[in-house]
């Protein structure tokens, strides 16, 4: 029940009571403070603004950081707050209330929206504190350092994870962070920057990952692929084991970083990931791009990238090298507009631009750095679903394919069933009748006895589940590759492909998926 405004009045005082005493100023409502605008992927699918245009704070503690967060009306009301000085678990405790859900000795961005975190002052440093985002949605972390995160021994925070996403999220920006740690798994150490369970329309940019096993993730496993739409520009990558980034599924796109010193592999697509990898400077390392320890391949797009000093493995069972010549096995369409520094300018745009206290300057893609000036965007509040647009030409649109449905007569199979339904109703031309997968992920495919020519099919859902579908991809089952990916049934049109198998893979959805028919066309 909601309470009468003399209550939800009363409670607001209180919690600012509390957020003083934690260490947290409250100002009037002004703009946020970061600076610049969101960037790459954390640009679709209604963008990114953080808390722009509510109210700011400043803290000085972890706790405070809570404070505000549990002192907002809502848990989505916007709010920016201020970080200056060292957060560490001395000083963050959890706190309760209405519009938070916090923890102690991590600051916990959980079921939430609308919301920038970003470090002034002399500098905001999260130390031995992760930050964790969960089942939350437009969030900006600009300006700060995270740093020596643990796992294992004492304190722990976060899983290990500098910054980790899981569980539902979308739409976030962090930039300008430096990301370190002392070491890897055998010192208490995990990921810088890692992605899992549902995580989506991201951007890293002008941040520092450095002394690190491992730098990040985008899925947790060989079967968590429900994760997409990430963009890396301008970051620098320093002493990194691995996972510059681990892509298991998605699309991700990786432009003007300077990888330095990765030690033993770098980007590695795996697990029909698709990696466009543009004008980056690959420096003094290993198998900087590949399909690394696994035999689940995976696919890139490359142009403009300089390899200085690189060395290659020899291609093996669960080892394929993109070196020593690196040419592309896929394409990759990229729905925002971005410019590109050349490769060769890479390593001296990023010393001065990226990490925290380097006064927040970027490329205007011209090779000069710059200081753009404050935003003041209007606050929106991103649906926690997947929604358009997706990111390539092949988002389902609302015109019929032309030509012959070639599902009709042709054979069909899938990774499972719910009871009732069939694999042969997606083929029958009848709308009510459909498959279930078991869960509420699953795929299922048309097959033919020879090889077809296929350019587009069209997923229609069944009375009473339009819009249950989320994420999918569409892959050519005879070689794994996959050839396109988005969310939301329709058309969906990609390169003519003559194969024996196509499957569409649900990765994602919001209900019980039921397609009724599973039309395939070579248009």
């Known amino acids: 029940m909601r309470r009468p405004v003399a209550v939800r009045l009363c409670a607001a005082l209180a919690t600012t009571a509390v957020a003083a005493a934690a260490g947290a100023v409250l100002s009037m409502?002004?703009?946020?403070?970061?600076t610049g605008g969101a960037t790459g992927y954390a640009t679709?699918?209604?963008?990114t603004t953080g808390g722009a245009g509510g109210q700011t704070v400043r803290a000085t503690t972890g706790t405070a950081i809570h404070a505000a967060l549990c002192g907002r009306a809502t848990n989505s009301t916007p709010i920016t707050i201020e970080v200056e000085g060292t957060i560490d678990h001395g000083n963050t405790s959890k706190l309760s209330g209405d519009s938070c859900n916090t923890a102690d000795g991590v600051i916990e961005l959980k079921q939430i929206s609308n919301v920038t975190i970003v470090g002034v002052g002399g500098g905001a440093v999260f130390d031995q504190v992760g930050i964790h985002i969960r089942d939350a949605s437009n969030i900006i972390i600009q300006n700060v350092t995270v740093r020596n995160v643990k796992k294992s021994g004492s304190p722990t925070s976060?899983?290990?994870d500098a910054i980790g996403m899981e569980s539902n999220v979308r739409n976030v920006w962090v930039?300008?962070?430096?990301?370190e740690a002392s070491g890897g798994e055998s010192e208490g150490y995990d990921g810088l920057f890692d992605m899992k369970d549902n995580t989506q329309y991201v951007t890293l940019s002008y941040s520092v990952l450095r002394n690190s096993g491992r730098g990040g993730l985008v899925g947790s496993s060989e079967s968590d692929l429900s994760n997409s739409f990430i963009t890396y520009h301008h970051n620098l990558y320093e002493n990194i084991d691995s996972r510059a980034p681990l892509l298991r599924g998605g699309t991700a796109h990786m432009y003007n970083n300077h990888y330095v010193k990765l030690n033993e592999s770098g980007i590695n697509s795996r697990a029909g990931a698709r990696a466009k990898v543009d004008n980056n400077y690959f420096e003094d390392s290993k198998d900087v791009l590949g399909t690394f320890y696994t035999d689940a391949a995976g696919y890139w797009q490359v142009g403009g990238n300089i390899f200085d000093n690189v060395t290659w493995s020899s291609p093996g069972a669960e080892n394929n090298p993109a070196g020593p010549d690196p040419q592309s096995n896929t394409t990759v369409a990229i729905p925002y507009p971005y410019s590109l520094d050349q490769a060769g300018c890479v390593p001296n745009v990023v010393s001065?631009?990226?990490g925290a206290n380097k006064g927040l300057q970027v490329s205007n893609g011209d090779c000069s750095p710059q200081t753009p000036a404050p935003t003041t965007p209007t606050p929106t509040t991103p649906t926690p679903s997947p929604t358009t647009p997706?990111?390539?030409p092949t988002t389902p649109g609302p015109t019929q394919p032309g030509g012959t449905n070639l599902s009709i007569g042709a054979g069909s199979d899938g990774s499972g069933k719910a009871d009732g339904t069939s694999y042969g109703n997606v083929r029958d031309g009848d709308m009510s009748t459909y498959w279930s997968p078991a869960g509420a992920t699953g795929s299922v495919s048309i097959k033919w006895g020879t090889a077809t020519t296929v350019s587009a099919i069209n997923i229609r859902e069944a009375a009473g589940s339009v819009g249950s579908i989320g994420s999918w991809r569409v892959v050519n089952a005879d070689t794994g590759a996959v050839l396109t990916t988005g969310s939301g049934a329709g058309v969906i049109t990609f390169p003519r492909t003559a194969l024996n198998k196509i499957t569409f893979e649900i990765t994602s959805s919001t209900g019980t998926p039921?397609?009724?028919?599973?039309?395939?066309?070579?248009?």
């Open 514 to 523: 039921k397609i009724a028919e599973y039309e395939t066309y070579a248009q």
């Open 44 to 47: 679709q699918n209604g963008g």
């Open 158 to 160: 976060n899983g290990g």
């Open 175 to 179: 930039d300008h962070t430096t990301l």
């Open 29 to 34: 409502p002004e703009a946020s403070a970061a």
């Open 390 to 392: 997706t990111p390539n």
């Open 352 to 354: 001065r631009t990226a």
